[in-house]
């Protein structure tokens, strides 16, 4: 009979062959290190050096965010029973005088339609040019400009309308109105801008003109006409007989006409 030789694989056999125990459910020895903890699970220290912070805000905790709610010691002044509640009978509704030319209607057109049709988008002029413009007036230009912001208004209003309903029509009229109306308002500032720089060479020139006067006092002239040729009055010495002849009179006192000598 052959001899067995007591190694370490035989040893291991024969443990895994005894009958299983709670002790022998543990792993093997050489095993525990690797199931060791090596550090804690915090690393925070257990006691901490800085006491607690106090938060002396009564209404910590109350979020709009997270729907936290209100305090227990918070009331609102606002009580759920005497809320409004809305009118569902349009009969019962109470009817609200609308000013029929109400300053918003100027946001549509005569019809007061939320859409225009593309006809009626295309129905439209050309618009001013600067050349028109340059003999209008100062109130015809503010007339205008603000008519043509109206205008504008009314044509951005529309668009919007037409992508909430997505109606899908209409967009290339639009654009070619809001062009003309652009033009206009270009014009118009062209020609304010050549008025006003019309102006300010007027007035370098009323500057250094001495026959105009800016600011004239009251009641004063601010243009004098022949102001700058007026001549320098020269100044001579008068002799002490022109002197006696200046303020001499014939026949004042004697009551005689002077006589030839």
Same mark, same amino acid.
């Given at each position: 009979?052959? %001899? ?18 709670? %002790? ?40 709009? @965010? ?7 010691? @918070? ?61 209008? %007036?100062?109130?015809? &230009? ?12 009314? @044509? ?5 309308? +037409? ?25 118009? +500032?062209?020609?304010?801008?050549? +008025? ?42 008068? &002799?002490?007989?022109?002197?006696? &002849? ?16």
């Amino acid at each position: 009979m052959a %001899s067995k030789h007591c190694t370490s694989r035989s040893l291991f056999g024969s443990l895994l062959q005894t009958t299983p125990h709670r %002790s022998t459910a543990l792993p093997p020895p050489f095993l525990l290190p690797a199931f060791a903890q090596s550090t804690p699970f915090s690393t925070t220290s257990p006691v901490s050096s800085k006491p607690t912070k106090k938060w002396n805000n009564s209404t910590r905790g109350m979020s709009a @965010i997270k729907r936290s709610g209100l305090n227990k010691r @918070i009331k609102l002044s606002v009580d759920l029973a005497k809320l409004p509640r809305p009118v569902l009978d349009p009969s019962l509704r109470s009817q609200v005088q609308v000013d029929p030319n109400h300053g918003l209607y100027g946001f549509f057109n005569t019809t007061r339609d939320a859409l225009m049709s593309p006809e009626q988008l295309h129905a439209h002029g050309r618009g001013w040019t600067v050349q028109e413009l340059r003999v209008k %007036s100062w109130d015809d &230009l503010w007339r205008l400009w603000w008519v043509s912001a109206l205008e504008v208004n009314r @044509i951005k209003t529309y668009e919007q309308e +037409r992508e909430r309903v997505r109606a899908g029509y209409g967009a290339y009229e639009a654009e070619g109105r809001l062009k003309e109306v652009r033009s206009t308002q270009k014009a118009v +500032r062209h020609v304010l801008t050549e +008025r006003w720089y019309a102006w300010e060479a007027a007035r370098v020139a009323a500057v250094e003109d001495p026959e105009v006067d800016l600011f004239p006092p009251s009641g004063g002239r601010g243009f004098v006409p022949g102001r700058g040729n007026e001549e320098e009055d020269v100044k001579t010495e008068k &002799l002490p007989f022109q002197e006696a &002849l200046g303020s001499y009179q014939p026949g004042v006192g004697s009551g005689q006409q002077p006589t030839a000598p």
